[in-house]
């Protein structure tokens, strides 16, 4: 499956220019770019996500899976679908980039509570930013992280950037195995 899911980020996601001239949400220019939502948000994608983070995962003992708001999310949905599937739910939670401004003006939802153990999941990580931001307010709602799953790494500082704050990122693809696949199939 992480074979098929690196086809489907080079059909769908990835786009790839001898020029840096894609501007990253840190405000610096790549010469590639990554928008996973073609693949996170594909009925074939779901399925693979779903069933590698599930594999993941499955022995962590965790109760719930998720992350900052948008990017996390399809992951966080696939994951807790496929753990349903297979006898072992998970429920998925979302961390909002802003508190919820009515209500119980939250920042996370789904049905977690203090002391729940969870996994953060992020689709691209790049300087690690979303991805502390969204362990600050997990870590804030009193949940537990056991684990950190980046579906994509960029290789490009996030990955020591969260580690800087206590946790290590398990990435399931790389950016440099997704240029080895692009760069065969040229």
């Not at 600050?136 to 950190?148: F, T, W």
């Amino acid at each position: 499956m992480k074979n098929r899911l690196i086809e489907l980020v080079i059909e769908k996601a990835f786009t790839y220019s001898e020029e840096p001239v894609f501007k990253l949400v840190s405000g610096n220019m790549s010469n590639y770019y990554f928008n996973c939502k073609a693949v996170t948000l594909n009925p074939e994608g779901i399925h693979v996500i779903g069933n590698i983070l599930y594999d993941m995962v499955k022995d962590m003992d965790i109760d719930a899976i998720g992350g900052l708001t948008l990017g996390a999310d399809p992951l966080a949905f696939a994951t807790a679908y496929t753990s349903y599937l297979r006898q072992n739910p998970i429920e998925a939670f979302v961390v909002r980039k802003k508190p919820k401004p009515h209500g119980t003006m939250q920042w996370l939802e789904g049905n977690v509570q203090e002391g729940d153990r969870v996994v953060i999941v992020d689709d691209v990580i790049t300087t690690g930013k979303s991805t502390i931001e969204a362990i600050i307010r997990v870590k804030d709602a009193g949940l537990k992280i056991v684990g950190i799953i980046a579906l994509i790494d960029r290789q490009e500082g996030g990955r020591e950037a969260v580690k800087g704050v206590g946790f290590n990122v398990i990435s399931v693809i790389t950016r440099d195995e997704i240029m080895e696949v692009y760069n065969r199939s040229r």
